[in-house]
C-alpha cells in the first residue's frame, strides 16, 4: 500500500497544506495506474471539519471539502467518515496525537467473514439484576486485493 510521507513533525491541514496532501494521495495511486474503480477517502470527523474550513487556493474560498460537489465532495472523490480510525499515531515529536486519512479503490478492499456467530449465554455474571448476559463474536479479516490502488497519508494530526 502506498504511503505519502508528511512533514517531519505531523501536518496539519490547512489553506497551504490541505489540497496538496490530499492531491498527492491520489497520485501515488494513480502512478501505478490504479486510479479506477470506486475511488474515495475515508478520514475522522475531525478532519473534515478542518477541510471544510480550508481553503483549495489562496485566491478562493472553495473550500477543500465542499458540497457543492454534491456526493464527490474532495476533489470530485466520495469522502467517508468514521471515529474508529486510530488517533496515537506518533511522526516526530507529535507524539501519539496523528492519525491517518485513506484514498483508494475500496472495491479492492476484502472483507471476509469466518464461520458462523459465536454466541455465549453468561447467566452468572449479571445474576444479581436479574439479568442474563449475552456475548456475540463474529471471526473476520480484511485484505487488499491490489494495494497499490490504495495510498496512506499517517501523519496528519489528530483535530
Not at 50 to 60: G, Y
Request: charged share 15%.
Amino acid at each position: 500500500i502506498n504511503t505519502v510521507a508528511l512533514n517531519t513533525n505531523g501536518l496539519a491541514l490547512g489553506n497551504a497544506t490541505a489540497y496538496p496532501f490530499l492531491v498527492s494521495l491520489e497520485t501515488e495511486v494513480a502512478t501505478d495506474n490504479a486510479d479506477m474503480g470506486s475511488l474515495a477517502y475515508l478520514m475522522r470527523a475531525g478532519h473534515r471539519g478542518a477541510l471544510k474550513t480550508a481553503s483549495r487556493f489562496a485566491s478562493s474560498d472553495t473550500p477543500v471539502w465542499d458540497y457543492r460537489g454534491g456526493n464527490m465532495p474532495v476533489n470530485g472523490y466520495r469522502a467517508e467518515v468514521t471515529q474508529q480510525i486510530a488517533t496515537n499515531l506518533t511522526t516526530g515529536t507529535a507524539t501519539t496525537i496523528c492519525s491517518a486519512i485513506f484514498f483508494g479503490d475500496w472495491n479492492s478492499l476484502i472483507v471476509a467473514n469466518f464461520g458462523a456467530t459465536d454466541l455465549v449465554v453468561d447467566p452468572y455474571t449479571l445474576a444479581v439484576n436479574g439479568v442474563v448476559r449475552l456475548i456475540a463474536r463474529r471471526w473476520c479479516d480484511i485484505g487488499v486485493r491490489t494495494p497499490v490502488s490504495f495510498c496512506i497519508g499517517g501523519g496528519v494530526l489528530t483535530t
